[in-house]
């Protein structure tokens, strides 16, 4: 069972860079796709991104040419680039898992998910 832990929140200046890391533990790590999911108070949380366990990425509209995510399988660990942000980018930032080798943007496709990371974006 994979386990994961998020880390890398804090407050950023709007137009500012951010980098989150989620570490995972248990499982085979390169056979899981990954996703970042965020979430602002009184809102519904959100697809950021997806990466499958090669190279396959997709993104929300929202975040499109500003978020990158990568991944370094030998280190079990999923990262989400986060550049020219935006106030409206504040939110707690999750990462998730599946088992299985297609992405999806439905919080329902992930089984595993991390307890989040606060990202604060000040104007």
């Known amino acids: 069972q994979v386990q994961l832990v998020e880390s890398g929140g804090g407050v950023v200046q709007a137009g500012g860079s951010l980098r989150l890391s989620c570490a995972a533990s248990?499982?085979?790590?390169?056979?899981?796709?990954m996703a970042w999911f965020r979430q602002a108070p009184g809102k519904e949380r959100e697809f950021v991104a997806g990466?499958?366990?090669?190279?396959?990425?997709i993104y929300g509209d929202s975040v499109k040419g500003r978020f990158i995510i990568s991944r370094d399988n030998a280190k079990n660990a999923v990262f989400l680039q986060l550049n020219s942000v935006k106030p409206e980018d504040t939110a707690l930032y999750y990462c998730?898992?599946?088992?299985?080798?297609?992405?999806?943007?439905?919080?329902?496709?992930?089984?595993?998910w991390g307890q989040g990371t606060q990202v604060t974006i000040s104007s």
């Open positions: 248990g499982g085979t790590f390169s056979s899981y796709v």
């Open positions: 998730a898992a599946a088992n299985s080798p297609r992405i999806s943007t439905s919080q329902g496709w992930y089984d595993k």
């Open positions: 990466l499958s366990g090669s190279v396959i990425q």
